[in-house]
């Protein structure tokens, strides 16, 4: 089967290796470090945790059974975007390009590059230090601004990066291959030391301390543990540069997930072997406090380089997929008509790529994105459940359209991401419903600028 034509004058140029490379490496990010203490905390046994770890794996991969379904038969750039607009209209599909561009997708690169730069704080001090204060009260809790030199530093990492990716979507996909392989090899030396330690104990495995428990400690562990899993879904935004997306954009979407299910688990089973639950829940850093355990301050110095490497696989794989989606809107009218711009040399949507990384450098010296990114979690999950039950709704609206790969255990499989997708949402408004409602208000922002996308479009 032919390749479908790329969106407005992409290149499909992402082999199998760098669209798998841009699903692993996009999943695994800071998560793997950070979030067993909060599942612990939350779940209160190491068993209850490897259940968690799988049952949001399983999720996780019934999202991408559905989205390899969606991705093969739209092969276009911007992923959901796509999904949405075609099963609910223009205007479910704005709204989470709207939410993906100026909210989630740059804050999560914001985020990440300011993770880059706390790890490499370990060993150059200094970029903590304050280079500029603004004496306004503009700052996180109302206080001054205050400008440090790791911000400069990751804001330079950020526009880079655009530049690199600007310069051919074939220079980001080798890169992304590269920075992923040195990832999965720091990872597996790091579960390596922690299964083969002497440290270690199988008692650990079993330990437990005082929490919620129960289903109320599932889903608060679950939804940990998603953070963790996040990212699965970014290929499908880049599918307009993927070599014969028919066949491989399942192939990766299916196996990196499941590569990155392993990974989780192996790590896990590395980090429990090594401590009980009692130090898990005591430490912020968990692969660090592993390794400092068994080789001291320089295997704590090692987990800071392997966090490093991990961040910078998934930074560059953001910005490639990510920056599809305004070009997307932009490319249907719905966006400011720059995005829409492919280089004529490079066939890159740089402009897109460039305005989307300029946004995010500057959330991250706002040192607000945080904060942004928090109040749409919860809504993220709203557009995947959207996107996944989207198969079943184009199955009924549009049954002529080509399906080069079908979804397994279709309907089951769509309607428990869906299901899943609903608890997320449900357990974060009751947890958290301020940010759940002010979420809402940043989606809903977006409605005044579609109606007048809209009318530009009619005129």
């Given at each position: ?8 004058g ?7 290796w ?8 996009t ?48 092969p ?9 607009r ?37 060993f150059?001090?200094?970029l ?9 009260p ?32 074939s ?22 030391f ?23 400690g599932?889903?608060g ?32 979407l299916v196996?990196?997930t ?6 989780y ?9 090594v401590?009980?639950?009692s ?91 945080e ?11 709203i557009?995947?459940g ?9 199955r ?5 359209m ?14 428990l ?6 608890g ?30 809209k ?5």
């Amino acid at each position: 089967m032919a390749d479908h034509p790329p969106t407005a004058g992409l290149r499909r140029v992402l082999g199998p290796w760098a669209a798998t490379s841009i699903v692993v490496g996009t999943i695994i990010g800071s998560g793997i470090f950070l979030v067993p203490k909060s599942m612990i905390t939350q779940a209160g046994s190491v068993p209850l945790v490897f259940v968690v770890w799988i049952a949001g794996g399983l999720l996780s991969l019934f999202g991408a059974l559905s989205y390899a379904e969606l991705g093969a038969a739209m092969p276009e750039a911007g992923g959901e975007y796509a999904y949405l607009r075609e099963a609910y209209g223009g205007f479910w599909g704005f709204l989470y390009g709207w939410t993906q561009t100026w909210v989630s997708k740059s804050g999560s690169i914001a985020g990440m590059a300011t993770g880059f730069f706390y790890y490499l704080a370990n060993f150059r001090p200094e970029l903590d230090r304050i280079l500029w204060s603004v004496p306004l009260p503009i700052g996180p809790g109302g206080g001054p601004l205050e400008i440090r030199y790791g911000q400069v530093l990751a804001a330079a990492v950020i526009l880079c990066l655009a530049v690199f990716n600007s310069a051919g979507v074939s220079l980001g996909g080798r890169l992304q291959v590269v920075a992923t392989l040195a990832k999965a090899g720091l990872l597996a030396a790091i579960i390596a030391f922690g299964l083969g330690s002497k440290a270690g104990s199988v008692a650990n495995l079993t330990s437990s301390i005082p929490a919620a428990g129960g289903f109320a400690g599932f889903f608060g562990a679950l939804v940990a543990a998603l953070w963790a899993y996040d990212g699965w879904n970014n290929l499908s935004m880049a599918a307009s540069d993927v070599v014969r997306p028919q066949r491989n954009l399942p192939l990766a979407l299916v196996a990196g997930t499941v590569a990155t299910i392993t990974v989780y688990i192996a790590a896990n089973l590395a980090y429990f072997y090594v401590l009980p639950a009692s130090a898990v829940a005591a430490s912020d850093r968990v692969a660090a406090e592993m390794m400092r355990t068994i080789a001291g301050p320089a295997g704590a110095a090692g987990v800071s380089i392997a966090a490093m490497v991990s961040i910078f696989a998934a930074l560059n794989g953001s910005i490639l997929s990510g920056a599809r989606v305004p070009f997307a809107m932009a490319a249907d009218g719905r966006f400011f008509r720059f995005a829409a711009r492919v280089h004529p040399r490079y066939g890159t949507p740089n402009r897109s790529t460039l305005f989307l990384c300029l946004w995010a450098s500057l959330l991250v010296f706002s040192g607000r994105y945080e904060q942004l990114f928090t109040y749409v979690i919860f809504a993220s999950w709203i557009f995947y459940g959207m996107a996944a039950a989207a198969v079943i709704v184009l199955r009924r609206k549009r049954p002529e359209m080509a399906r080069p790969f079908r979804t397994a255990g279709y309907p089951y499989v769509p309607l428990l991401f869906v299901i899943g997708a609903l608890g997320v949402v449900a357990t974060t408004l009751i947890r958290s419903p301020r940010e759940a409602i002010m979420g809402l208000v940043l989606i809903f922002s977006g409605v005044p600028f579609y109606f007048y996308w809209k009318r530009r479009i009619m005129w």
